[in-house]
Each structure stands twice: as structure tokens, then as C-alpha cells.
């Protein structure tokens, strides 16, 4: 089963939900936990294990070698505009580059070979049962799909179907979120209860329901806001699989790098509610 952890915006507590409930799920069930959220992943911080391996990930971007007839065709097929013809040279952008190949393979000179250059980082632990995978992109990279998908590539190769899969996505709605998302089986959109939350959560629930992908929705900091995100769900028939208490206990376990279930048993008995649901959703013979 391959779950995805997201949200409309940022700060709602995704990164506390995926870290905590992989490491719940961990004490008697195969999982491993991947941190997508490439630009900035600080599951790390919570979850402790040994080393297993590193790896640096590249991606492919043309390099203009200078003896070309400068017919134009490699600007005119490149649609996100990563090649601009002067006078009597080719300029490439490489962070606008998306690596599809067109201006190298359609090239009537050769003159534009693919060349690797380094995205980011993949760094693999391992704590018992629980499995820790999570993406770096370095700094300056404009694009982090490219890295999501690599490093997605990877857990499905080194992971077989007996592991619980989940995903911390990046925050918001775009590109990255997609490719995070688009083929796992089961969305958790982590949510709270003030305006803003709302407000996210719409257009999180409507991408999701573009991609046709079963989802459920998590409430965190419930009693700080009012009742529009029950309200919204209830006319909206959205399953709610948990809501954590507003406690300050929680930020002070967070901001300490630590975990919250083991501390505050209110958390403890939610993340309990979410496994009973998982149990329930494979045994109607999902995935």
C-alpha cells in the first residue's frame, strides 16, 4: 500500500503525521517512510536509524558542442523555452531544462548531446522494521520533480509489496505535489480547523479528485479555529480519520526533534483510529 501524507498548505502538520504514524504503524508492520518534500525534508530529524546507503541523482540536460548549421529546430521543439538561437550561437538554460530529449534526438547535426548534471541527494536508513528513504535537491535547482520521481523509482525497486509506503509530500498544489502523489493508493490531506485551512483544503480535495485517488482527511490542532472544516466535510461526505488536539505539548515535542504518540496518548488513540481504517480499507480489497 502506497500512502501519501499532503496538504493544501504548509505548517498544517504533515511532516508530524507521516513521522509519527510510520513510526506507530513500524512497531509490528514493514514500512517504510519517504520524505518528498525535496526542497526542504525534515522527516529526518524525527526518525533515527543506521545508515543503509547514499546515493547522488542527476538529471539530463543538453550541452551544445558548437557545430551545428543553427537551423532553429532546437528552439522551436523545446517547449519550456531552455534554448535560445543568436546570431551564430545556442544558449541553454539549464533550469529550464525538463529533460525530455526533443532538441538532442531531433538535432540534424548532432550537435546537442545529453549530458548528467547532479539535482540532489537520496539518503536510505534503516530502524527495524521501519525504513527511512528521503530526497535532497541541492541548492539552486529550480525543478524538484525530476528528484521526486527518482527517488520514488527507488523505493519502488528496493521495497517489496509487503512495505506500508508513505509519502510525506511537499505542501500546496503544484507540480511536485502531483508527481508526490499520482500513483499511490491512498491520500491522508492533513488539515486545520481556521480559514486558511479551508481554504487549502478545497483546492486540495479537488486535485485529488481530479486524479481520481481515494483520500480521507486528518484534523490537526482541532479547537483552535471554528467548525467550517467539519461543516465543509460533512456536506462534502469527506471521510474524517482523525483529529489531533491543539496541545502546546505537541510544538514542544516537535521543535525538540522528538516524536508525540509516546508522550500524549489523545495522539496515541488517533493514530490508532487511522490504522483501523487502513485494516478496513485493504480488507474491502483495496490494494
Known amino acids: ?15 508530524t503525521l507521516a513521522t509519527n504514524l510510520a513510526c506507530f504503524l513500524g512497531k509490528h508492520r514493514n514500512v517504510v517512510l519517504v520524505d518528498l518534500d525535496v526542497e526542504e ?15 547522488d541523482k542527476f538529471k539530463m540536460i543538453p550541452i551544445w558542442q558548437g557545430k551545428c548549421s543553427l537551423c532553429g529546430l532546437c528552439q522551436e521543439v523545446c517547449n519550456f523555452n531552455a534554448i535560445l538561437q543568436l546570431a551564430n550561437e545556442l544558449v541553454i538554460f539549464p533550469n529550464l ?29 534503516k530502524n527495524n522494521r521501519l525504513s527511512f528513504v528521503e530526497g535532497r535537491l541541492d541548492i539552486g535547482q529550480e525543478h524538484a520533480t525530476p528528484l521526486i520521481a527518482q527517488i520514488k523509482k527507488y523505493v519502488s525497486d528496493h521495497f517489496s509489496n509487503d512495505f506500508i509506503q508513505i509519502y510525506d509530500a511537499p505542501p500546496g498544489n503544484s507540480c511536485p505535489v502531483i508527481e508526490a502523489i499520482k500513483n499511490v493508493d491512498l491520500i491522508f490531506l492533513v488539515t486545520e480547523p ?10 486540495a480535495v479537488e486535485i485529488v479528485r481530479k486524479l481520481n485517488k481515494s483520500f480521507g482527511i486528518v484534523i490537526n490542532r482541532e479547537g483552535i479555529g471554528n467548525n467550517e472544516v467539519l461543516e465543509y466535510c460533512r456536506q462534502e461526505h469527506l471521510p474524517i ?3 489531533i488536539p491543539d496541545n502546546r505539548h505537541i510544538a514542544e515535542l516537535y521543535s525538540r526533534g522528538e516524536l508525540v504518540y509516546h508522550a500524549i496518548p489523545e495522539v496515541a488513540q488517533q493514530l490508532f483510529h487511522i490504522e483501523q ?5 485493504l480488507n474491502e480489497g483495496h490494494p
Open 241 to 243: 480519520l482523525a483529529k
Open 194 to 203: 481556521t480559514p486558511f485551512g479551508l481554504h487549502d483544503l478545497k483546492l
Open 97 to 125: 531544462c525538463h529533460s525530455c530529449y526533443a532538441c538532442s534526438e531531433l538535432c540534424p547535426d548532432l550537435a546537442i548531446p545529453m549530458a548528467p548534471q547532479k539535482i540532489g541527494e537520496l539518503r536510505h536508513s
Open 277 to 281: 481504517y487502513l485494516n478496513d480499507y
Open 1 to 15: 500500500m502506497k500512502i501519501a501524507i499532503a496538504s493544501g498548505k504548509g505548517g498544517t502538520g504533515k511532516t
Open 41 to 55: 525534508p525534515n522527516s529526518g530529524i524525527f526518525i533515527k536509524g543506521d545508515h543503509v546507503c547514499g546515493e
